[in-house]
């Protein structure tokens, strides 16, 4: 039903928190938190922006970023004393400090701790060669094999002088391309090539020393560069001047060097006697600021010097292009080979996947699992051609299985997925689409959790270029792209993936129990080791950067913060959330990615998914929380199914409905929660659908059928409806819930013959008209009210009435009244809620129409109420006709009060 209500400013008066007279709660002390102060009251006709809650000013703002740092911030936002979990925040926030300083004695900041990736796995160097770089600590010999060699275990491995192992356990291995037959080396081993941009250009067939000699006589000025001449003088006198004419000439007879600190102040007593000006351009200690150039004191000479530029064009102009290349050289690694890397441990031979591989066949049949080198010639790499879409203040997320997006029983492809879910994505009015199961895994049936390489798009569904494809198709209608991350665990497998890599068992993981899921049988990161953390941050700025994906949901939290991977019972208590069970270098792993990622892609977002609802999940990491964008609601969904399998309806209270769809008290940004009725764990993990719940047993001509679909029709909406709209700024749906897929999902195991019967979408249901395509319209239009009305988006509801002994339910989420009657049997003709805003109401979105499966007893056209003023109370209150399970949300227009 919809409601126009027509009224002028003068009729908005500001309710307070007490100001319920007229609305009945069944357990009123419960009830207390849904009574919304006054800051979330805003007349419909203030113009003004209204200071959010700890919102700096901007003299806060101009303060230093130390001050600005609150380790507790997070209790003193929610209100909440608690001396042990605030202890453990400013002792957390003391070890992130110290894990910084960790880091940064090896990488110079932590952009460049996140950028692993582009110097680790396989890639191509511009001097005709292809570097390989892995990690194992644990290895005494490491090479690359594969069919490019035979699988030779010695023809491509780590040499002397080639970082063949350092302290840190990273291996290098070079890969010569082979010189053509009748062709002749380069006369310098640095002459670079241009593979990949202007592949066909930049072959202008100057030579290194025609290019040189040209700097010296356009650039350099006489005297300044004697390279091409003789390309030692310039070590050899500057070694003459620091060790003189008679200085050490092996090793041995160099011996070890003084520090800086100590040679400098030799130097300073052996020139004690010179002028202050002597010293000037020191740099130790001095704490000036040095510009190079007043190091000349001609002011001609000094511009001279400013005007110049670093003489890359000079050395640029020595590339040879791609063509050049191909002609002279054959490819040492070819793009497709087959590739593993073979390490010489203390317990034997291994072969392994590389743990940085991009793209990987989990089951070669007959064969171990393998790598394929990925290095398509420009011609056949994919181009992107859009943006990232701007993004929306409201999130209507639909989440997807590649794999299981098709109606035939089979494994569908990322070009199936991209030519026809997309499409249907955007007719039905969401604007993100969320995909699991995209990185690689050997196990189908495990729906892509037990990740197996992290670097690696499923070979199952296509190539890294049909993935770029997709995402960037996405793009171009308006959808965000977010993808599953697995970093919580890692698949157990040896052959494949990360157990047992180098021959330890503690090289990415724990060892002994601590390192093992207790149910799951997977394994769990040692987050508080600098490579793990490379490893890990680098794989999500890989996806962001080689993938131009929007957005990560983080998926179970809880597995990794506990020692007892969530597996324990939680109360609620903050002690649960500080005491010896958490896992302290987890928290902090998660507040680096979620730092890094917002600081290298600022329109990123970042999602939680945890079940024990850490408190501050949302929170800025400088005021003690994790620092994601949004957290997802995990109990709605449990709540409903609960409801639908063990609660008779009659039963159903209305007072958990709401206390379980606001969210948890311990979280302060309740707008930044993601709900949703039903998620695909339910249907793939043995159980059912609401579809499946609702519609499964029906037999289609039986008398009682009519109202059974109609009873499973009236539900299925009311509790989308009220799920989509209590909450925060986001709702999220997976794929075919939306039309009440009746079959769960099943993938292919050895319990069901390994078939794919059930592992797809029905999308057949939704062509002819009945029950299934009445529910799509629904939901079409349910997302329709976001989009144009921006419903999400409004703040946080105002919840007014609740109702256990009625089982009606009223909240206003900015200008629309929303009602849901839960009630299976009773209706009620004139039933009384309060309202804030006086004048008429018209309904705009009726579960009970006809177009949705309902009996359409309101007619939306003719049915307006008006509000009506309470005399003693000075409220304002409505008066409407609500049938038994049936809801409609109501707006209002500002024109003059009739």
């Not at 794919?756 to 529910?775: F, H, M, P, Q, V």
């Amino acid at each position: 039903m919809f409601f126009t209500l027509t009224a002028s400013p003068q009729y908005f008066p500001l309710l307070s928190n007490n100001s319920y007279p007229n609305f009945h709660f069944k357990n009123k002390p419960q009830f207390q938190k849904l009574k919304l102060s006054n800051k979330w009251r805003c007349s419909a006709s203030s113009k003004q922006p209204r200071k959010q809650q700890n919102q700096p000013s901007k003299k806060e703002e101009s303060s230093t970023s130390e001050k600005r740092n609150d380790p507790i911030g997070v209790l003193t936002r929610l209100g909440i004393t608690h001396k042990a979990f605030s202890q453990f925040l400013r002792e957390r926030h003391k070890a992130l400090k110290d894990r910084k300083e960790e880091i940064f004695e090896r990488y110079m900041n932590l952009k460049e701790l996140a950028s692993g990736h582009e110097l680790m796995g396989m890639h191509r160097n511009p001097q005709h060669r292809i570097d390989f770089m892995e990690w194992a600590p644990g290895a005494r010999y490491c090479a690359v094999v594969g069919d490019f060699n035979d699988w030779s275990p010695t023809e491509n491995s780590a040499k002397e002088g080639h970082l063949g192992h350092d302290d840190y356990g990273y291996w290098f291995v070079i890969l010569d391309d082979k010189l053509r037959d009748g062709e002749e080396a380069d006369d310098l081993y640095f002459q670079q090539y241009n593979y990949v941009d202007d592949y066909d250009k930049g072959d202008s067939g100057v030579t290194v020393h025609e290019a040189f000699q040209r700097a010296n006589d356009e650039y350099w000025e006489p005297g300044e560069d004697r390279y091409v001449k003789n390309r030692f003088e310039m070590a050899s006198k500057l070694y003459e001047q620091i060790f003189g004419p008679n200085g050490p000439q092996t090793m041995e007879e160099l011996e070890d060097i003084p520090d800086a600190e100590t040679r400098y102040k030799a130097y300073k007593e052996k020139h004690k006697d010179k002028p202050p000006e002597f010293f000037r351009y020191d740099v130790i200690d001095s704490g000036k600021d040095i510009d190079i150039f007043d190091v000349v004191t001609d002011p001609v000479s000094q511009e001279k010097f400013r005007k110049k530029k670093p003489p890359l064009a000079y050395w640029f102009e020595t590339r040879k292009g791609r063509k050049a290349w191909l002609k002279k050289y054959t490819p040492c690694l070819p793009h497709g080979s087959k590739y593993r890397v073979f390490f010489n441990t203390p317990e034997g031979p291994l072969e392994r996947v590389p743990a940085w591989a991009t793209y990987v066949l989990p089951e070669v049949e007959g064969n171990q699992p393998c790598a394929v080198h990925w290095e398509p010639p420009p011609e056949s790499s994919y181009k992107w051609r859009n943006n990232h879409p701007k993004v929306p203040k409201s999130l209507r997320i639909y989440e997807c299985h590649v794999g299981i997006s098709g109606l035939e029983p089979k494994i569908t492809s990322f070009n199936d997925f991209t030519e026809k879910s997309l499409p249907f994505i955007k007719e039905l009015g969401y604007n993100a689409v969320q995909l699991f199961g995209v990185v690689e895994h050997k196990d189908y049936f495990t729906a892509g959790y037990r990740v197996t390489n992290m670097y690696a798009v499923s070979s199952r569904y296509g190539t890294p270029e049909d993935f770029k494809r997709l995402v960037d198709e996405a793009h171009g209608l308006g959808l965000l792209v977010f993808l599953d991350i697995v970093h919580s665990y890692s698949a157990a497998d040896e052959m494949i993936g990360l157990s047992h890599f180098d021959g330890t068992n503690d090289c990415y993981f724990h060892t002994g129990k601590r390192g093992h899921h207790k149910y799951w049988g997977t394994r769990m990161f040692k987050y508080g080791d600098v490579d793990v953390l490379q490893y890990l941050l680098s794989n999500l700025n890989w996806w962001a950067e080689e993938y131009q994906i929007d957005g990560f949901h983080f998926h179970s939290l809880s597995s990794m913060i506990y020692t007892h991977n969530g597996f324990a019972t939680f109360t609620g208590e903050l002690e649960e959330y500080c005491n010896r069970y958490v896992d302290r270098d987890a928290l902090l792993y998660l507040i680096l990615a979620n730092d890094i990622l917002h600081a290298l892609h600022p329109n990123i977002i970042t999602i939680a998914e945890d079940a024990t609802y850490y408190p501050g999940l949302c929170m800025p990491t400088s005021q003690g929380g994790l620092g994601f964008d949004y957290y997802t609601n995990l109990s709605a969904s449990e709540m409903w199914l609960s409801f639908l399998d063990n609660v008779p309806d009659n039963e159903w209270k209305m007072s958990k409905i709401v206390t379980t769809l606001i969210g948890n008290k311990l979280q302060a940004d309740t707008d930044k929660m993601i709900l949703y009725a039903e998620n695909h764990h339910q249907s793939i993990s043995g159980g059912q659908s609401f579809g499946e719940i609702l519609f499964g047993n029906i037999e289609e001509h039986s008398p009682e059928a009519t109202e059974l679909l109609l009873r499973g029709s009236s539900l299925h909406k009311l509790i989308r409806l009220i799920t989509s709209t209590i909450g925060g700024r986001a709702y999220l749906n997976f794929m075919g819930n939306e039309f009440g897929h009746p079959k769960k999902v099943e993938f292919p195991t050895a319990s069901n013959n390994f078939s794919l019967e059930l592992a797809n979408r029905r999308w057949d249901l939704i062509t002819d008209k009945g029950i299934y395509s009445d529910l799509l319209s629904f939901d079409k239009d349910m997302m329709k009210l976001d989009q144009t009305e921006r419903v999400m988006s409004r703040g946080l509801p105002s919840v007014h009435h609740v109702n256990d002994d009625t089982m009606v339910i009223s909240y206003m989420r900015g200008p629309f009244l929303f009602m849901f009657n839960f009630h299976p049997t009773n209706s009620y003709e004139k039933y009384s809620v309060g309202v804030e805003e006086a004048g008429e109401y018209q309904i705009i979105l009726n579960t009970d129409e006809k177009k949705y499966g309902g009996r359409g007893i309101l007619k939306s056209e003719q049915y307006l109420q008006r509000s009506i003023r309470k005399r003693l109370a000075l409220t304002l209150f409505i008066s409407v006709a609500l049938s038994e399970r049936s809801t409609f949300p109501s707006i209002y227009w500002f024109t003059a009060f009739c």
